[in-house]
C-alpha cells in the first residue's frame, strides 16, 4: 500500500486552479476580440485520473480520482449559457461564475492544507 500525500495533491490543485483562473482571465480579457472563442480547463476529475492515483472506495458517495497534466480545451458552442450578441463566444457571466468557483475551490484547498498542518505540527510536538 502506498501513502496519500496530501500535501502533493493540495499542490496540484492549487497548480490546476491557477491555470485555470489564467484561462479565464484570457476569456475576459479577449471578450470583445472577433473570432475568440472561450477557453477552459478540464474538469480536475480528469487531470487527477492521469496521474494513475487509485484510492479505494469504501462507499458509493466517496470519490473516485486519479489525474495530472492540465489540458486547456476551447468551450463547445452549446455548452454554458446562450452568448451575447458580441463578436466573440466569451459570455462574461458565465466566467465571472466560473472565477468564483476557482476562489471558493482554492479557499477550501488552503484549509484543508492548514488543518493537515496544524494536526501534524500537533503530533510531532506530543511525540507522536
Known sequence: ?????LFDLAARHARYLAVRQAAIAGNVA??????????????????????????????????????????????????????????????LEQEMLKASDVSRDHALNVGVVKSFHHMLMSAVRSGG
Open 1 to 5: 500500500m502506498t501513502g496519500i500525500y
Open 30 to 91: 479577449n471578450a470583445n476580440t472577433q473570432g475568440y472563442r472561450a477557453r477552459d480547463v478540464a474538469p480536475f476529475a480528469q487531470v487527477l485520473a492521469r496521474t494513475g492515483l487509485d484510492l479505494a472506495v469504501t462507499a458509493s458517495a466517496h470519490v473516485e480520482t486519479a489525474g495530472t497534466g492540465i489540458p486547456v480545451r476551447p468551450v463547445p458552442a452549446r455548452e454554458g449559457w446562450d452568448v451575447l450578441e458580441t463578436a466573440s463566444a466569451v459570455s
